[in-house]
């Protein structure tokens, strides 16, 4: 099965935010979206989740679904997004959090079985060490993985996560990355998430899809698609690159170096 | 309905058998907060009944009971005691009574949805003008029709009822019409009640010192000229709109604890429930306002104190929170009518001076609860 996007485009008012982006996500597989700040990467999340409208362009899931066509609530049991805080005005504790997922599912009284999805997601999120604590009293890694919880609930097949590491320090960030690799794998979840960390993208993603004004510039293992050239382009940033342990790792150039730094290099290349 | 391990769209064991015994944990999981609201509903009965015995004149709770048998059974009163006391229990007492406990409840189940779709827990049923609004329309219609005479309540209720309505209308089209977010229709709010606190203003520099009283007593909020009418319109918009607000409880719960567009992505067409939830506790709000004036504080207080009771979940936070505003505002009025006795203050300047430091205690035990 797989997640299906041709020749989206997206507008605000006159202004074309993505410009024909075709996209392919299978089960299993989790995409990182990559590109600066403004080049669609939250747009398209959000496209594919049905919060904005596309002008033209289709996306459809398992071949023939068409999910612009789908209710709301239809979309929502295939799709499921994960934004990028909690924003929580008021006191709720987690497992109400997390039952906010199964709103697609039921009508005023969840039943047995979205109970059921609840407990699970705490379990696989290892959220019930928590207790059922009120999520306005969690850390940013805490409410992360309660928001992901969340959209576990919603037990959709397709999991989409806006920037969810952007607040977070190093720990959380590779906790969620690693708790979002390891879901999509083992639940068949097709994965779609927006990151800035190119190493971290390298790391805990399948593929990488790089996003430019509006437009895929490039899609496929980082290893085979990270280019300083490539970086430069979309971000502007002179870059190095190495392997570590088999991954593709993305450094500062010398001109990013401090001027100390940099007589000090000049200094001992002379030297040498 | 079973749980669909089988059917699991994405393959894989998706409820495992731990879930399965987590199964039955859902059964008693709101028992508390189904324990809260039958005693809530007890609580209200009692304080009603106690309240209908207070006053000028006292009635027993044998008379209370004994008007309510009489009146259910048609039968005529023995002798003109009795019908003396019948006539002020039932025409007196129990609307008043009455008024207070719906007034109570509308105006926290109005404030309740205006926090959760506002998503913002400051947000009172008079944010978005409403109260301002009222307020100059029963102005000018003291000032215009006369403050006393026989006609004037039907005119008050009336302007106050009409300018209610046009802001809530200007709020709900200026919200449709732009798509604005729970902060943009918190500002739009705030200059509607400018213009027309700045109109009402106007109205009293140039009101007679007996219409301007009358502004002002207004302004204070009572139930002290209840009539039946009157609770019979909001006990009917009560029943029409609390059924609709349980089947929105869940949507109303992705607003306000997952935001807009997490819950536009949980399948809720968020901007068409924003709106039929505004329309409903602003009808609420000016329908109760129009016929009591304006009664401050237990639209913004009641529905926290109903959230630390039965938590957030409007499933329940709705009905908590109009037990609890007609509880508190059956305190208050029958406070206001025994600390100055035979004198009556106003349930609304009560309901702050009882509500208030009982909010304090909630907010302080709650916060000492949570080191």
Not at chain 2, 335 to 350: D, E, K, N, Q, T
Request: overall charge positive; proline content about 4%.
């Amino acid at each position: 099965m797989t997640l299906r996007i041709d020749s989206l485009f997206v507008g605000y008012g006159a202004k074309t935010v993505l410009n024909a982006v075709t996209l392919r996500a299978s089960k299993g597989e989790l995409i990182g979206l990559l590109g600066s700040n403004g080049s669609g990467k939250s747009t398209l999340i959000k496209t594919i989740a049905g919060i904005n409208r596309p002008s033209s362009g289709t996306i459809s899931w398992n071949g023939a679904t068409n999910l612009a066509r789908l209710s709301r609530r239809d979309l929502a049991k295939i799709v499921s997004y994960v934004p990028q805080n909690i924003g929580q005005a008021f006191a709720l504790d987690i497992r109400e959090a997390v039952l906010l997922g199964r709103t697609p599912h039921f009508g005023t009284c969840p039943g047995e079985a979205d109970w059921a999805h609840v407990e699970r997601a705490i379990r696989l999120l290892e959220l019930d060490e928590l207790g059922n604590r009120d999520v306005t009293k969690l850390s940013g890694g805490q409410g992360q993985r309660v928001l992901i919880a969340r959209a576990l609930a919603q037990n959709a097949e397709v999991l989409l996560l806006d920037e969810p590491t952007s607040a977070l320090d190093i720990r959380y960030q590779w906790q969620t990355l690693s708790v979002v690799r390891q879901i999509t794998r083992q639940n068949d979840i097709a994965g779609i998430i927006a990151i800035h960390d190119l190493n971290q993208a390298a790391r805990f993603t399948d593929r990488v899809v790089f996003l430019h004004e509006g437009q895929v510039v490039a899609d496929g293992p980082a290893a085979d698609v990270y280019s300083p050239e490539l970086i430069h382009r979309v971000y502007g940033v002179d870059v190095e690159l190495s392997t570590y342990k088999g991954y593709v790792q993305v450094h500062p150039g010398e001109a990013h170096d401090p001027p100390a730094h940099a007589a000090t290099r000049d200094a001992s290349s002379v030297a040498a | 309905m079973g749980i669909p391990v089988s059917s699991a769209p994405n393959g894989g064991p998706v409820v495992t058998t731990a879930a399965r015994e987590a199964y039955r944990a859902p059964r008693s999981r709101y028992a508390l907060q189904t324990a809260a609201i039958a005693l809530g509903l007890v609580a209200v009965l009692a304080v009603a009944l106690v309240g209908i015995q207070i006053g000028t004149s006292d009635a027993t709770l044998q008379q209370v009971l004994g008007t309510f048998w009489a009146k259910l059974t048609a039968s005529p009163p023995d002798n003109h005691a009795a019908r003396q006391i019948q006539t002020i229990i039932w025409e007196l007492r129990v609307p008043r009574i009455a008024l207070a406990i719906l007034g109570g409840s509308t105006l926290a189940i109005a404030g309740s949805l205006f926090q959760a779709v506002l998503r913002n827990p400051l947000v009172s049923p008079y944010t978005l003008g409403i109260a301002p609004a009222a307020a100059f329309g029963a102005s000018l219609a003291i000032v215009v029709f006369g403050a006393t005479a026989g006609g004037a309540v039907v005119s008050l209720v009336f302007g106050a009822l009409a300018l209610a309505a046009l802001n809530t209308v200007l709020v709900l089209v200026i919200a449709a019409k732009r798509n604005l977010g729970p902060t943009t229709l918190i500002l739009v709010g705030i200059a509607l009640s400018q213009l027309f606190g700045g109109l009402t203003a106007c109205i009293q520099y140039f009101a007679q010192d007996e219409a301007l009283a009358a502004i002002v007593r207004w302004t204070w909020g009572s139930v002290n000229n209840a009539l039946w009418y009157q609770v019979l319109v909001l006990l009917g918009l009560l029943a029409l709109t609390f059924p609709f607000l349980q089947f929105r409880s869940s949507a109303l719960n992705a607003i306000a604890f997952a935001g807009d567009d997490a819950a536009t992505s949980l399948g809720v067409p968020v901007a068409r429930v924003r709106l039929e939830l505004i329309a409903i506790a602003a009808a609420l709000t000016a329908v109760t306002i129009a016929f009591t004036g304006i009664i401050g504080f237990v639209g913004l207080v009641a529905p926290h104190i109903a959230r630390l009771v039965v938590g957030s979940n409007h499933r329940f936070l709705i009905v908590f929170s109009g037990i609890t505003g007609a509880l508190v505002l059956l305190v208050a009025d029958a406070v206001g009518r025994l600390v100055i006795a035979p004198g009556v203050i106003p349930v609304g300047i009560i309901d702050a001076l009882v509500g208030a430091p009982l909010f304090l205690y909630l907010v302080i035990a709650r916060q000492k609860a949570n080191e």
